[in-house]
């Protein structure tokens, strides 16, 4: 569960995932630093491929580490260097490298400072997951002990990876199957001032998963495929409405872009990585540049 609000003025920052969409997260959080560091809030919490750049957000502590978002998602990550269909046979368990991401990227390239996660500014930094057996999201914490086998149950893709991952004795994977905006999560941990980072939209809705991608995605866990077919673009849209119509005493600063992004969850294409990060470092200068909040 997320710790409770400790006051009526505590802030949240959730980050959507969307697998590579989230190239705008990581501009809009490179920018955010600069203008509103992670000191301002009480709470993170961040969804597959935005709790990535959300830990570099949290971690940062001079600059330079907020520059890593921006070099990863700019030079890292296209072409075949993180995610191709030749994976298969070159011995790699699945198309999406997730040792090259975690273990190659955020241990070593642009080793992640895991020393801050003790410092007195550093928020409480969760990730949400999606607990396969049980079928329930989960949002748990990181700390610098666990927040590289976090990153990986929460990148665990389905298709794209085995969309599994063994972490503390459960079987955990991608949080934006069931929880894919813990808006209301968070509302409910009693907080009421919270910024969102969107990587779609915010008028875009979802619809239903269907039986045959289900079952591809989820082959061996029948009940978890079919709840996230009846389940996932209810949470999604339910989410959505809430955003357009929230309650008076709630304050959402929702960042997002206004068109779609001309990339999918595994787009690798280097013109439209760079220009999602840059959508994202122009929509955060443009909103927190001009003294927001």
């Not at 997320?2 to 802030?11: E, I, N, T, W």
């Not at 830990?55 to 191709?84: C, M, P, T």
């Not at 046979?89 to 642009?110: P, V, W």
Request: proline letters at 6%; charged letters at 20%.
């Amino acid at each position: 569960m997320l710790p409770k609000a400790k006051s009526s003025f505590s802030k949240a920052l959730i980050v959507e995932g969307g697998g590579m969409k989230g190239a705008f997260s990581g501009g809009v959080l490179a920018c955010m630093r600069q203008f509103f560091p992670k000191k301002k809030f009480d709470l993170v919490v961040g969804v597959f491929s935005g709790s990535c750049s959300s830990a570099y957000y949290v971690l940062d502590r001079n600059g330079e580490h907020s520059q890593k978002i921006l070099d990863i998602w700019k030079h890292e990550l296209h072409g075949n260097k993180f995610i191709s269909f030749w994976n298969p046979l070159k011995n790699f368990s699945s198309i999406m490298n997730q040792a090259y991401l975690i273990e190659e990227l955020f241990q070593k390239k642009y080793r992640l400072p895991i020393e801050n996660f003790n410092s007195t500014d550093t928020p409480p930094f969760f990730i949400v997951v999606s607990d396969l057996k049980r079928e329930i999201p989960r949002y748990v914490q990181a700390t610098k002990e666990n927040i590289f086998s976090l990153l990986k149950a929460a990148t665990a893709l389905p298709i794209a990876t085995r969309g599994k991952y063994w972490f503390e004795g459960s079987l955990l994977g991608d949080g934006g199957a069931l929880d894919p905006i813990p808006i209301e999560t968070v509302i409910k941990a009693g907080y009421k001032d919270i910024t969102l980072i969107l990587n779609h939209p915010k008028t875009k809705f979802s619809e239903p998963i269907s039986k045959f991608l289900s079952k591809l995605a989820f082959p061996f866990e029948k009940n978890f495929a079919r709840k996230i077919r009846y389940y996932h673009h209810l949470m999604y849209n339910k989410a959505k409405s809430f955003l357009l119509h929230p309650p008076p005493n709630i304050k959402i600063e929702i960042i997002a872009p206004e068109e779609p992004l001309p990339l999918n969850v595994v787009t690798t294409n280097i013109k439209k990585l760079h220009y999602a990060v840059y959508k994202g470092w122009q929509k955060a200068y443009s909103t927190f540049a001009r003294g927001k909040n």
